[in-house]
């Protein structure tokens, strides 16, 4: 069963902050995050092993609470290049299972 | 410096035609995976594998077969293909260890093969 991730789309001004919210309703080993513009491939952004750790990559972190199994991607201060669609991925056994997308759209 | 590479890029068949979609991988990565991309669904991932000679089900198998008779190359084919198999297709790979060296190394994917089926 997918992740679900929530909300399922963003508007943001240049600046704002934003949350992108994952969850599961499986045991998890890790979360992955990645970033995929408009005709493009997804690109990875981040990997969170462990309940509670939290990791930051420029403007952007997330947190992953195992007990929970949710995850959350935190967007700083957010520029024109963070515009996109956003994944969370939970890793079990060898295999990715991704969610189903937050579109984040910022504009000047 | 290919990383992951797709043949393909575009194609478009007949309902009932069959086909195999490429991927190869110049990263030595012993994993290797097949998505598909459809609006408002996601990333759904439809076979993997661990290894040269193995292969495995994902989320949505039916209709498709792999093949990863070679390390470095991941087959994917439709034997009968269908207008619900119209999708955007991905291919990505990873290292055994996505943990190494102080850095975290994720999945990398292709650019991605554009099937649509009439």
């Known amino acids: 069963q997918q992740p679900v991730q929530s909300p399922q789309a963003v508007i943001l001004r240049e600046g704002e902050d934003a949350v992108i919210n994952c969850s599961s309703s499986k045991a998890l080993y890790s979360v992955h995050w990645y970033r995929q513009k408009h005709g493009e491939a997804p690109v990875f952004l981040m990997i969170?092993?462990?309940?509670?750790e939290q990791k930051g990559h420029d403007k952007i972190s997330a947190s992953f609470n195992e007990k929970k199994q949710q995850s959350s991607l935190y967007l700083t201060a957010s520029q024109l290049s963070y515009s996109g669609t956003y994944f969370c991925?939970?890793?079990?056994?060898?295999?990715?299972?991704f969610g189903t997308g937050t579109r984040l759209q910022v504009f000047p | 410096n290919a990383g992951v590479t797709q043949t393909p890029k575009f194609r478009v068949l007949k309902t009932g035609q069959s086909m195999t979609l490429l991927c190869a991988q110049d990263m030595n990565h012993e994993y290797m995976y097949w998505y598909r991309q459809d609006p408002g669904m996601g990333l759904r991932l439809i076979h993997y594998?661990?290894?040269?000679?193995?292969?495995a089900k994902g989320e949505v198998p039916d209709g498709y077969n792999v093949s990863r008779l070679k390390k470095q190359n991941f087959l994917l084919g439709l034997e009968s293909a269908a207008p619900s198999q119209t999708s955007v297709y991905f291919c990505?790979?990873?290292?055994?260890?996505?943990?190494?060296?102080?850095?975290?190394?994720?999945?990398?994917f292709g650019s991605g093969t554009r099937l649509t089926v009439v």
């Open positions: 990505a790979s990873s290292s055994t260890t996505l943990y190494r060296q102080g850095r975290n190394y994720g999945y990398t």
């Open positions: 991925g939970f890793h079990n056994t060898d295999k990715l299972i």
């Open positions: 594998s661990v290894g040269e000679g193995t292969t």
């Open positions: 969170l092993l462990k309940g509670g």
